[in-house]
């Protein structure tokens, strides 16, 4: 099986900015941590408690995909009218490889040795402390890892789907792909037996035209694929595999493969922005979710995989893959 980190920041696209409109909030930048993340992502009660230990409130808004994310830092690096620029975000979670184009672009900082300690970083798992991206944790810390395959529902497909199921128009209308051009590419690529990162111009032609196919068939879908599967909407989706461990608490004929053909794995990673007007707050907020207590509340509640070794240990009954899902 093949596998590459989902959610690739999209080839020739710049980094113009990491600030974005904010609602108006009458508490000071000192007093508050913005911060973005992916949607079905946290225990809610996991911010609660940030405040009630630290003080400080949390502004906390959420994106749907990768692309969704880079077109709300390129549109925040706008400059408003009047010249003034608007507030940065002091905490976001994007994936390994869109964390390497910030990282070079110097549009990350470090995180502070002294309030992120080596003791915390020693919870996590080996492999986790080691990533190409970031050997030694210095600019970020892993949220969560898993897998992106395909969700189905297994009243219809009694065995489960390949990625060519996307081009069967006895299902058009109840199947989606991720809104994401990404991985949309990447499953057409794997249903037609070639890696996500084939680069030759015969094979990228053959995937647009086999893209292209699917699209008679399928809706593009980041944001509400979750409770389409839940609801029965759709019969099969591109899926990250947390989502549809989400989606099988309310329809349990629900399931999730990784095919053949392969997958993606990915690593989302907390990093704080180098412009971020109160990165002692996200410092502190990542060393809160360091704490091996509360990365397995919130890696049970949200039933996503974390990469924080003693927190699986107290997760009794959580994931023991990305997801709790076995990779195929």
Same mark, same amino acid.
């Given at each position: 099986?093949?596998?590459? $980190?989902?959610?690739?920041? =999209?080839?020739?696209?710049?980094?113009?900015?990491?600030s974005?409109?904010?609602?108006?909030?009458?508490?000071?930048?000192?007093? /508050?941590?913005?911060?973005?993340?992916? +949607?079905?992502y946290?225990d809610?009660?996991?911010?609660?408690d940030f405040?009630?230990?630290?003080?400080l409130?949390v502004g906390y808004?959420?994106?749907a995909?990768?692309?969704a994310?880079f077109?709300?830092?390129?549109?925040?690096?706008v400059t408003?009218?009047g010249?003034?620029?608007?507030?940065?975000?002091d905490l976001?979670?994007?994936?390994?490889n869109?964390? /390497?184009?910030?990282?070079? &672009?110097?549009a990350?900082q470090t995180?502070? $040795? !002294?309030?992120?300690?080596?003791?915390? =970083?020693?919870?996590?798992?080996p492999?986790?402390?080691s990533?190409?991206?970031?050997?030694g944790?210095?600019?970020?810390?892993?949220?969560?890892?898993?897998?992106?395959?395909?969700?189905?529902?297994?009243?219809?497909?009694?065995?489960?789907?390949?990625?060519d199921?996307?081009? *069967?128009?006895a299902?058009?209308g @109840?199947?989606?792909?991720?809104?994401?051009?990404?991985?949309?590419?990447?499953?057409?690529l794997? $249903? =037609?037996?070639q890696?996500p990162?084939? !680069?030759?111009?015969a094979t990228?032609?053959?995937?647009?035209?086999?893209?292209? @196919?699917?699209?008679?068939?399928?809706?593009?879908?980041?944001?509400?694929?979750l409770? *389409?599967?839940?609801?029965?909407?759709?019969v099969?989706? +591109? %899926?990250?595999?947390t989502?549809?461990? +989400?989606? /099988? /608490?309310?329809n349990?004929? =629900?399931a999730f493969?990784?095919?053949k053909?392969?997958g !993606?794995?990915?690593? *989302?990673?907390?990093?704080?922005?180098?412009?971020?007007?109160?990165?002692?707050? &996200?410092? @502190?907020?990542?060393?809160?979710?360091l704490?091996?207590?509360?990365s397995?509340?919130?890696?049970t509640?949200?039933?996503?995989? !974390?990469?924080?070794?003693? %927190?699986?240990?107290?997760?009794?009954?959580?994931?023991?893959?990305?997801?709790?899902?076995? +990779?195929?």
């Open positions: 099986m093949s596998a590459i $980190s989902r959610r690739q920041l =999209l080839s020739g696209a710049a980094v113009l900015g990491l974005t409109v904010l609602p108006a909030c009458s508490t000071t930048s000192e007093s /508050r941590v913005s911060f973005l993340n992916w +949607q079905d946290i809610p009660t996991l911010l609660t405040t009630a230990k630290s003080g409130t808004e959420t994106y995909s990768n692309d994310l077109e709300r830092l390129i549109a925040a690096g408003r009218k010249g003034r620029k608007t507030t940065t975000f976001i979670v994007p994936s390994e869109l964390f /390497r184009r910030l990282r070079n &672009a110097d990350l995180l502070d $040795s !002294t309030v992120v300690t080596e003791a915390l =970083l020693g919870s996590l798992l492999e986790m402390r990533l190409p991206a970031d050997p944790n210095r600019y970020s810390v892993p949220w969560a890892i898993g897998m992106t395959g395909i969700g189905y529902d297994t009243s219809v497909f009694p065995e489960p789907p390949a990625w199921v996307f081009l *069967d128009a299902h058009a @109840k199947m989606s792909l991720l809104d994401e051009r990404r991985e949309a590419f990447a499953a057409a794997f $249903s =037609l037996g890696s990162n084939a !680069t030759d111009a990228i032609t053959a995937a647009k035209d086999q893209l292209g @196919k699917m699209k008679a068939n399928v809706s593009f879908n980041s944001e509400t694929y409770d *389409d599967l839940a609801s029965g909407k759709l099969a989706a +591109q %899926a990250f595999n989502d549809v461990l +989400q989606a /099988r /608490r309310k349990p004929k =629900l493969v990784v095919p053909a392969g !993606t794995r990915w690593v *989302d990673l907390l990093c704080i922005p180098a412009d971020a007007p109160n990165s002692a707050g &996200a410092n @502190k907020l990542i060393a809160f979710y704490d091996p207590k509360v397995a509340a919130n890696a509640y949200n039933l996503v995989a !974390t990469g924080n070794l003693a %927190a699986r240990v107290r997760a009794e009954g959580g994931p023991r893959r990305p997801g709790g899902l076995p +990779q195929r």
